[in-house]
C-alpha cells in the first residue's frame, strides 16, 4: 500500500491540527509532518524528496508572503503546494496561482471543502474557491513583474526573501551558510532580473505582489 506523505506549513498549531484532521480521511497510510516556520517547511521538502503535497500559509515565520511559494516553488518544482490562508481575495487566489500554487483553500472553508481541495490537487487537478480566477492580471505592471519573479533561481528567490524581511548581506550570508560575496552576486542578478538599481527598489517590487495579503 501506497504511503501519502503531507507537509502541513502553518505557524497556528490549532489550525496545523484542523488541516490534520482534514487529511486523515484521504488515505490509509498517512504521513503528517508539521512545520511551523517558513525554513522548518522547506528544509522538510528537502529531506524528504518523496512528499506528495504540501500545505503551505502565505504568512509564515521567516518569509514574506508570496516569496516563500517563489522560493519552493523553484527549489522543488515537481512538489504539489496548495496554499492556505486566510486572505481569500481574488487578486490573491490569482496571483498564488500564476506563481505555481497547485491550488488554494480558504481558511475559513469546512473541514469537507478542505478535504475536497486536498483529494483534487492530489488526483492531479488545480483546486480554487468557487469562483473565476482564470482572467490574466489586470495590472499589466503586475503580470510583467511576475513574469520577471519566476526567472529567480531558488537562492536568489529565497535571497530576495531575505530582503524583504529586512536582513543585511552579512545576516543573509550566515544564514545561508554561504559568503557575503555569493550573496552581492545574488543580489546583482536579482536587480537585473527585476529590472531595478538598488535592492530598496527590489524589495519594494516584493511589496507590490504582496499588497493583496496586507487587507
Known amino acids: ?58 504568512a509564515m515565520p521567516g518569509v514574506s508572503g508570496f516569496s516563500g511559494l517563489m522560493s519552493l516553488r523553484a527549489e522543488f518544482p515537481s512538489l ?7 486572505s481569500d481575495d481574488g487578486a490573491t487566489i490569482r496571483r498564488a496561482l500564476e506563481l505555481g500554487a497547485s491550488g488554494f483553500i480558504s481558511k475559513s472553508s469546512g473541514l469537507d471543502d478542505i478535504r475536497a481541495g486536498i483529494q483534487a490537487v492530489l488526483d492531479g487537478d488545480i483546486w480554487v474557491p468557487k469562483g473565476d480566477f482564470t482572467a490574466p492580471e489586470e495590472d499589466p505592471g503586475l503580470a510583467e513583474l511576475i513574469d520577471r519573479l519566476k526567472t529567480l533561481t531558488p537562492q536568489q528567490s529565497r535571497v530576495l526573501s531575505m530582503l524583504g524581511e529586512g536582513l543585511l548581506n552579512k545576516q543573509i ?17 536579482i536587480l537585473l532580473k527585476l529590472n531595478v538599481d538598488s ?12 499588497m493583496a495579503l496586507v487587507a
Do not use: C, W
Open 1 to 58: 500500500m501506497q504511503t501519502l506523505t503531507i507537509i502541513i506549513a502553518d505557524d497556528h498549531p490549532l489550525f496545523r491540527g484542523a488541516l490534520s484532521q482534514a487529511v486523515k480521511g484521504i488515505a490509509e497510510e498517512l504521513v503528517i509532518i508539521e512545520a511551523g516556520d517558513f525554513e522548518v517547511a522547506r528544509l522538510a521538502a528537502e529531506k524528504t524528496p518523496d512528499v506528495d503535497l504540501m500545505l503551505l500559509d502565505l
Open 80 to 86: 504539489p503546494i496548495v496554499i492556505v490562508s486566510a
Open 173 to 189: 550570508a550566515y544564514e545561508l551558510g554561504v559568503s557575503e560575496a555569493t550573496i552581492k552576486a545574488h543580489v546583482s542578478a
Open 199 to 210: 535592492r530598496t527598489q527590489a524589495v519594494i517590487k516584493l511589496s507590490k505582489i504582496n
